[in-house]
């Protein structure tokens, strides 16, 4: 089949620091890497492997089409992906579209090696998020070490061996199309912006569920034994509240997730409230670390601050929690509540 037929063919226009007690009573079993993919319901499973003591998840739908919704860090497919193929009788050939979430290297690291193991797959991502998608280094100087200049606040400036080479992409995707599965079968594509400006999720009205990656974070993300992992790491604060209102006003009964247990039910309205609550409490612990300091506060300063108001954040990744805190300084710069104050360095912020 050639290639714009496969693409005419697949696309039809159309606050402790535990994960909440309701989240992981709501759990299914993940499946370990031995043991195959874990069926979720006909067609659709979920891959998972660890990695930095997290889960790390895909999702796989398989029917006249086969979809495969993020692909890992760079070992991935290898290690966990194609044998999850070979136990469904299928081949890494047979790959149809690979869909990159968004930009983060444990969710794009894999294309490369999809598209060595398999020339003829699409690549897709979101439109907003290629140009980080495509190169790691690109990702790296624009989202990883965007503010160490200015800031004094990044990470070392080679991408990790884990994000992969440089692989292009096929397709982007801006939200609102279906992709056909089988002819009785369609998922949606969502745009949910707040982590990356591109983000993208998928939505099976069948069977009301949605994979949404990375798109919410409820108040950290978590190790697979539960304890924090990560901070928070939204960025565009009033897109990130947006999602969550979009994403709420959906007839969602389960929720799938790159790195939580399954939610389903009240857990989903605990994880959604949660993570609204977080983005109230950054807020409110910003304005007040800065009423405390009327000379001005740092990056690195506001990162304590935020620290120690959550507490069970490890001091090793706070840093990351560097995204979430620009985010609502940029947000509250534009309300007037704060200036910027370049002329010192590392740059300053203070409240009007």
């Known amino acids: 089949m050639k290639r714009r037929q496969i693409l005419e063919t697949i696309l039809a226009t159309g606050t402790t620091g535990l994960i909440p007690e309701s989240i992981w009573a709501s759990a299914s079993q993940t499946a370990s890497t031995d043991k195959g993919p874990l069926e979720l319901y006909p067609g659709a499973y979920q891959i998972a492997s660890l990695f930095g003591g997290r889960h790390l998840f895909q999702y796989l739908f398989v029917g006249d089409s086969v979809v495969l919704f993020d692909t890992g860090i760079a070992p991935t497919p290898n290690a966990t992906i194609f044998p999850a193929l070979k136990s469904l009788g299928l081949r890494p050939e047979q790959i149809t579209l690979a869909i990159t979430s968004h930009a983060d290297g444990d969710h794009l690291g894999g294309n490369s090696s999809i598209k060595q193991a398999s020339p003829r797959t699409i690549l897709a991502c979101g439109t907003a998020d290629q140009e980080m998608v495509e190169d790691p280094q690109v990702l790296w100087d624009l989202h990883y070490n965007l503010l160490k200049d200015d800031f004094g606040v990044g990470i070392d400036r080679k991408p990790s ?112 409230a949660e993570s609204r609550r977080t983005v109230e409490t950054f807020d409110r612990v910003l304005i007040s670390a800065l009423k405390g300091t009327p000379s001005g506060l740092n990056l690195s300063q506001l990162i304590e601050a935020i620290g120690s108001a959550f507490g069970d954040w490890p001091k090793d990744t706070l840093l990351f929690s560097m995204f979430a805190i620009k985010g609502h300084m940029d947000r509250l710069e534009e309300l007037g509540k704060v200036q910027l104050r370049r002329s010192v360095r590392p740059f300053q912020w203070a409240l009007l």
């Open 161 to 272: 061996p884990e994000a992969g080479p440089p692989q292009k992409i096929d397709l982007t995707l801006q939200g609102g199309e279906r992709i056909r599965i089988r002819k009785d079968w369609q998922l949606e594509v969502l745009h949910v912006p707040g982590h990356s400006h591109g983000h993208l999720a998928l939505y099976d009205p069948d069977h009301k569920a949605a994979f949404i990656s990375d798109a919410v974070h409820g108040r950290g993300s978590p190790k697979a034994s539960g304890e924090m992992a990560l901070p928070v790491t939204y960025y565009y604060v009033g897109a990130y509240l947006s999602t969550i209102n979009f994403l709420e006003s959906l007839p969602i009964e389960t929720l799938y997730t790159a790195h939580l247990p399954v939610m389903r039910g009240g857990a989903i309205r605990d994880f959604m």
